[in-house]
């Protein structure tokens, strides 16, 4: 049996679509979501799904091994952040070499890097008039949106489209695509 560990900071769609992308495949599954949020709406989700979930806070998070400890004792084969907003601290990333990836809502290294979450990339892909979009899944360093790539899909930006309309050609790209190269990566 392969492990995932979750973590969200919000709605949790993109958490939710790869539970349920892993519900009917017997060797994977989706162990514990984890959120630093405690009002996020992942935490409705994981409850319908019944999936076990851990909100923590940031100093638990940065400065002690309590999540790390969490993880380990999971045996977690893989961690993905779908919407996770707290940069993880060193201790996280060096119990999990080479074992975190990312999604990004665009095309990096393009509309990247802190600040850049949510709505401000789809606003900031609008305001800039770029003609496509996209996502990238990366692995993670102790950077934002800095480790290598892993894939990337495009999506077209039409001049009349809103940071609305790019968030949802987005989340499709995110719910096709991301389970997938999760489990290509497990
Ligand atoms: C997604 O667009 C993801 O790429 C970004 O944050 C958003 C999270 O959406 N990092 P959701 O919480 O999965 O609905």
Same mark, same amino acid.
């Given at each position: 049996m392969k492990r995932v560990a979750v973590f969200a900071s919000g709605s949790g769609s993109n958490a939710e679509n790869i539970v349920r992308y892993f519900?009917?495949?017997?060797?994977?599954?989706?162990?514990i979501i984890l959120t630093n949020?405690?009002?996020?709406f992942v935490l409705d989700r994981a409850k319908s799904l019944n999936i076990p979930s851990l909100v923590f806070n940031r100093a638990d998070f940065s400065k002690t091994d309590k999540i790390v400890d969490v993880l380990i004792e999971k045996k977690i084969d893989l961690i993905v952040l779908a919407g996770f907003l707290l940069l993880l601290p060193p201790r996280l990333i060096d119990a999990f070499p080479n074992k975190i990836v990312n999604i990004h809502p665009?095309?990096?290294? @393009? =509309?990247?890097?802190?600040?850049?979450?949510g709505m401000n990339v789809h606003n900031a892909v609008v305001e800039n008039k770029e003609k496509e979009s996209g996502i990238t899944i990366h692995m993670v360093n102790e @950077? =934002?949106?800095?480790?290598?790539?892993?894939f990337q899909a495009k999506c077209v930006v039409e001049e009349s489209d809103t940071a609305e309309d790019v968030a949802e050609k987005i989340h499709k790209l995110e719910y096709e695509h991301f389970p997938k190269i999760v489990e290509q990566l497990l």
């Open positions: 519900m009917d495949k017997p060797n994977i599954e989706v162990s949020n405690p009002n996020a665009a095309l990096l290294p @393009k =509309f990247g890097g802190k600040g850049m979450y @950077k =934002f949106d800095d480790g290598k790539i892993v």
